[in-house]
């Protein structure tokens, strides 16, 4: 960032009074700026034996497969925003969603927190951000064209695991752009 | 907000292209600025029979008691962020940490995850943003100089059911400022 959000003028890069790391300082009226993590909202939906996912009609990682999941929004809870993802992409009504896993990726400073629940009607179809959604059986998963390694990882815990259990996991990501996986609970 | 952190010129609110709910917008470059939610990390950090509380030294509810916690910070996972503030407010040292509970408060947009873990030493000390910090017992602890309906909620979950299952809730609050607690698991 450059420039105060409040006045206009320009920004510093320094450590405000009584803090402890840099922040976006305005040099004419002294507004911080905080920058903190964003949380993504998704869910394992489930049509009895099979799993709601999505084709990406956006970037990044286009035409590949994903779970229902985006950015939570102002006013919502986390399990509004998982149940308000799967509408957007993929017109799919949530039954009651139980929390399934929370993955920090601390290297692009986001939280996933994944919910499970079963749909409330077999109706499903693209939103906007898909281009097309299917409801997968567990042989039929395309795990070679999945999105994200936390999508791959949820799937594993879910199809192995069932739901009932809180996952809890951090994934970190190496020079070379490889994502690890770091399993807590 | 009023002027464009990238350029800054003046923003205005509008839904951008693609999306459906208002942004701040540049009127110069376009650039969207997104808001969203902060989360909030802290934890219960026992020695045997005793839970760390602190001493508020900062607003809001100067002078009440909570549990060490406060905004996740980028680059940082939420268990990492949990173990900062025991750090930063209490001087604490926390072993591993569990998941114990996520509390959504939609009202003021933020999500509070809180751990369960012992503490690593039993030296503990007033933070910065500590008056004191004190090891109470069950019958210790100071219920009507809590700060916080979540230190509350937390305190008491965890006396009931001990540590080992995520607790799911969310608050909301009503026009007369009153906060209602509302169980999901």
Redesign the interface.
Same mark, same amino acid.
């Given at each position: 960032?450059?420039?105060?959000?409040?006045?206009?003028? !320009?920004v510093s890069l320094k450590i405000p009074v &009584?803090d402890?790391?840099e922040r976006y300082v305005c040099d004419h009226c002294g507004y911080v700026?905080?920058? *903190? !993590? *964003? *949380?993504v909202c998704g869910a394992i939906l489930t049509l009895e034996d099979r799993i709601l996912l999505c084709k990406r009609a956006i970037e990044p990682r286009y035409g590949k497969w994903t779970l229902p999941a985006g950015?939570?929004?102002? *006013?919502?809870?986390?399990?509004?925003a998982a149940a308000r993802e799967a509408m957007?992409e993929a017109n799919a009504r949530a039954g009651p969603l139980?929390?399934f896993g929370?993955f920090?990726m !601390?290297?692009i400073?986001q939280?996933y927190?994944m919910f499970h629940g079963e749909l409330a009607s077999p109706e499903v179809s693209a939103g906007?951000e898909s281009l097309e959604v299917g409801l997968f059986r567990r042989d039929e998963i395309p795990w070679d064209e999945l999105a994200f390694p936390v999508v791959d990882h949820s799937l594993r815990l879910y199809l192995e695991h069932g739901a009932g259990k809180?996952h809890?996991a951090?994934f970190s990501r190496g020079p070379d752009r490889q994502v690890e996986l770091h399993i807590? &609970?």
């Open positions: 960032m450059n420039y105060c959000s409040q006045c206009g003028a !320009p &009584d402890n790391r700026h905080y920058q *903190n !993590p *964003n *949380n950015f939570m929004e102002n *006013n919502e809870t986390v399990a509004e957007e139980t929390l929370i920090s !601390p290297y400073s939280v927190l906007q809180v809890h951090w807590i &609970d």
